[in-house]
């Protein structure tokens, strides 16, 4: 690897189609044990830019390395170091859970080093992923949130490096959702696994991840931790109040100052003092608004 610990380091990514930029110049690292997210609305260049280090995709211009190797010359032995968890993928129906994960697993062995052994144990992973009880049901008898955990089972089944979760708790309803997040968070716990995600929830990024990065139109619009992001993108405050029967209103980025400034030029006269604090969460609905008459991913 170029840089110790580093996961994944883009620099100057870019992708078009046709006369269409889908990415410009997106550079962003990923160390090891970090759980990373991609955040951003439908048409931000998530999956797009998950697609290039999976190697599914090539891309127009710049520089990739995923685990020290460029995704599109990848080989075999570099792919079993890689987990991926799809939207979606061809249901296996008839397959019971732990056959399928040991059919899977079989695939892996010949990639088993000194340092990682390949795959992990089918009876390990299911207790793991929390489907015990289910080991010997068929998939097509799963509810969602336990064919979720599959899902994730299958994408560690040869103990990848690194994993690609691309909106992962996509059509889960509200427990299958919080049965899902708690995985990840204990996957994450264990420092061994790199986790990059994409995801257009907030409030999904800010529960799991490390860091976020906010894709916006094809740009990294932001970079940080969740407290990181609400100093570095948060708009302005909002303070509101009654002077003299007339209602005011001001936008400023220190509503504290201001505050001090209005009472200590007008005191008592100043009536239904209101101040809104600007959130993260107003900052990202601001980009999802903008972005939604940018490009498709």
């Known amino acids: 690897?170029?840089?110790?610990?580093?996961?994944?380091?883009?620099?100057?990514l870019r992708m078009r189609y046709g006369t269409t930029d889908v990415l410009h110049e997106v550079t962003f690292r990923a160390r090891h044990g970090e759980v990373l997210c991609l955040l951003g609305p439908n048409g931000a260049g998530k999956t797009t830019t998950i697609e290039i280090?999976?190697?599914?995709?090539?891309?127009?211009?710049?520089?990739v390395e995923v685990l020290g190797t460029d995704p599109a010359h990848a080989?075999?032995?570099?792919?079993?170091?890689?987990?991926?968890v799809l939207q979606s993928w061809r249901d296996h129906g008839k397959w019971r859970v732990r056959e399928l994960l040991a059919h899977l697993g079989s695939y892996y062995a010949p990639y088993s080093s000194e340092?990682?052994?390949r795959p992990w144990d089918a009876g390990e992973l299911v207790a793991a992923v929390g489907l015990t009880e289910h080991a010997d049901k068929k998939v097509r008898m799963l509810s969602g949130g336990q064919r979720r955990r599959l899902d994730v089972a299958i994408g560690l089944v040869g103990r990848p490096e690194l994993v690609f979760l691309d909106e992962p708790t996509a059509g889960l309803d509200p427990v299958a959702r919080r049965e899902f997040h708690a995985l990840v968070q204990n996957l994450a716990a264990a420092g061994e696994t790199t986790i990059l995600l994409t995801t257009h929830d907030l409030h999904e990024a800010e529960k799991l991840a490390d860091r976020i990065l906010v894709l916006?139109?094809?740009?990294i619009a932001a970079d940080g931790t969740a407290a990181e992001l609400a100093k570095q993108i948060a708009g302005e405050d909002e303070v509101r109040w009654t002077r003299a029967g007339k209602r005011f209103s001001r936008a400023t980025t220190e509503s504290t100052k201001f505050t001090f400034e209005l009472f200590k030029r007008y005191g008592e006269a100043i009536e239904d003092l209101?101040?809104?604090?600007?959130?993260?969460?107003?900052?990202?609905?601001?980009?999802?608004?903008?972005?939604?008459?940018?490009?498709?991913?």
């Open 1 to 12: 690897m170029t840089n110790k610990g580093v996961v994944v380091d883009v620099d100057g």
């Open 115 to 117: 340092r990682v052994e």
């Open 53 to 63: 280090l999976e190697g599914f995709r090539l891309r127009s211009a710049g520089r």
């Open 274 to 297: 209101e101040v809104r604090r600007s959130s993260l969460e107003d900052t990202y609905l601001s980009l999802v608004h903008h972005a939604e008459s940018g490009v498709a991913e």
């Open 75 to 84: 080989t075999e032995s570099w792919r079993a170091r890689v987990g991926v």
């Open 216 to 219: 916006d139109g094809g740009r």
